[in-house]
């Protein structure tokens, strides 16, 4: 976990030490940032340092929540493609739904082309304990993998002993998507293939179960899917509504109540349900 309020000292006791500044390509990609908050600001001119610092194969990235869920605001390295602007992931998205209370440490994912990364997302956080951004390291593992029968305590067990936690969910692993319908159009096809039934033969306990599971991942975070999965399930928006009303937690109460306390611990989202047509 990162305190927002003890970043901008780090980075002036760094430069005052004499220490090198980032490279310039991956200074210009934080150049074009605008309107950080301040705390954020300090944290992204780390960012380049980081990714310069722990060598080729690795990507360094920070996620302002304000602007989710194009939420990229720095970027160190070109592991994953996405740049500034980009969206978050879908699996960093559930963590956010779920509250964000721990970071996630040394965890697998992987890319389209097949390479195997080793990722951590830290969650910042401002002095009331609210999850304000991530900063999220992905290190592409490939040649360790191939060293496996030599150094096979780097890159499957953590200091514990335990083997790394991987990326997925339910519906599958995590797919690093390049924008947000990209990352709408994975959650749902995941969705609708772990009920198991085409769409054209569902019945509503079918389709409320994929309501369900795209709930539980957040992917109703982001603006529009509720109209797009309703467009998916060849149903409306309405009746989206009703089913996730008809989801119930006996502990925390509706889906609706849960995105709301989520939103509050999110500065800069909005995510209350309009009203039904």
């Not at 302002?64 to 879908?90: H, K, M, Q, Y």
């Not at 019945?203 to 957040?218: A, D, F, I, S």
């Not at 008809?246 to 009203?275: F, N, V, W």
């Amino acid at each position: 976990m990162v305190r927002c309020a003890s970043l901008p000292s780090v980075v002036v006791h760094a430069r005052k030490s004499g220490q090198s500044s980032s490279p310039p390509r991956a200074a210009a990609r934080v150049s074009a940032l605008s309107r950080l908050p301040r705390s954020l600001d300090g944290l992204a001119q780390v960012v380049p340092m980081l990714a310069a610092t722990i060598g080729p194969g690795c990507e360094v990235i920070l996620h302002d929540f304000s602007r989710l869920p194009n939420s990229i605001v720095a970027i160190g390295g070109d592991l994953t493609g996405r740049s500034v602007g980009g969206p978050i992931t879908a699996f960093a998205l559930e963590r956010i739904r779920q509250g964000a209370e721990n970071d996630v440490i040394n965890y697998q994912s992987r890319l389209d082309d097949g390479r195997v990364l080793r990722s951590s997302t830290i969650f910042v956080r401002d002095d009331d304990g609210n999850a304000t951004a991530c900063l999220c390291i992905n290190l592409d593992v490939g040649d360790w993998l191939r060293m496996r029968d030599v150094i096979d305590s780097f890159v499957s067990p953590t200091p514990g002993g335990e083997p790394v936690a991987s990326a997925t969910s339910d519906a599958g692993p995590e797919i690093f998507a390049l924008t947000v319908e990209d990352v709408t159009v994975e959650a749902v096809r995941q969705a609708i293939a772990s009920v198991g039934v085409p769409v054209e033969l569902m019945q509503k306990r079918h389709k409320k179960e994929v309501v369900r599971r795209l709930e539980e991942r957040g992917l109703f975070l982001i603006r529009d899917a509720v109209s797009f999965v309703a467009n998916e399930l060849a149903t409306s928006r309405y009746t989206i509504y009703n089913y996730l009303n008809e989801i119930k937690d006996p502990e925390t109460g509706t889906p609706a109540e849960r995105r709301r306390a989520t939103t509050r611990a999110l500065p800069g989202m909005d995510r209350t349900p309009p009203a039904t047509t």
